[in-house]
């Protein structure tokens, strides 16, 4: 090869690294997003049953 070649072929993988890293990185951003849902999801669960539980004890108490 060429010395132009060279530095092109060396260029180009660094670029296919440097994407894989940026893709790798996304995809821990993503799971790391995917079990913050979960997370928010199970809170609300806990959240609205703890309100239903409250207002079943408000009841018993005015009745």
């Given at each position: 090869?060429?010395?132009l070649?060279?530095?092109l072929d060396?260029?180009?993988t660094q670029q296919g690294q440097g994407?894989?890293?940026l893709h790798k990185r996304q995809n821990q951003m993503?799971?790391?997003l995917d079990l913050v849902n979960q997370q928010d999801h199970l809170l609300n669960r806990l959240?609205?049953?703890l309100l239903?539980?409250?207002l079943?004890?408000?009841l018993v108490l005015l009745s």
């Open positions: 090869m060429l010395p070649d060279l530095v060396k260029l180009m994407k894989l890293a993503l799971q790391r959240l609205h049953r239903h539980l409250s079943l004890m408000l």
